[in-house]
């Protein structure tokens, strides 16, 4: 669990035993497809409110590509599922009021407004960023190596 939370990538399959029986395991795709069922939405209506197309989220229902971060992160803020019962079945299912800061709002639904080439580039800057560590000449080396990427 600590490599998915440091990578924040492939994290289909993962499911762990949940409380509903003895031994039984739910998949993130199967809890996925729940949601989205309860809801009652199609496949269209559901991936249409967190960017993704009707074919991406059937992808991702059947398992055939990972569940990304930012897919998880926006099913979060769209729909109000918590992403760790989504990948892992820990309870409680649904969010808290203040469980999203506003700053993880707002880049949520900037991220959302990007398309697919851009949120790249955008979520690469983000990766960049939050390595930098901040002390005197590394700070400033970083910074115009950042502004020259932006250039």
Known sequence: QALEQHYGLEITGLGKPNSTGAGSTVQPTERLRQVREELSLNQSEFGEAIGLTQAGVSKFEMGLIPLRKLVLLAIEHVYGIRR????????????????????????????????????????????????????????????????????
Request: no cysteine.
């Open 84 to 151: 760790e019962w989504l990948v892992y079945g820990e309870e409680p299912k649904y969010l808290s009021k203040k469980t999203l800061k506003n700053e993880e709002v707002e880049i949520l639904d900037v991220a959302a407004k990007l398309n697919r080439d851009d949120r790249k580039i955008w979520l690469e800057l983000g990766k960049y960023l939050a390595n930098i560590r901040w002390d005197g000449k590394i700070e400033r080396r970083r910074k115009a190596s950042l502004d020259k990427k932006l250039a």
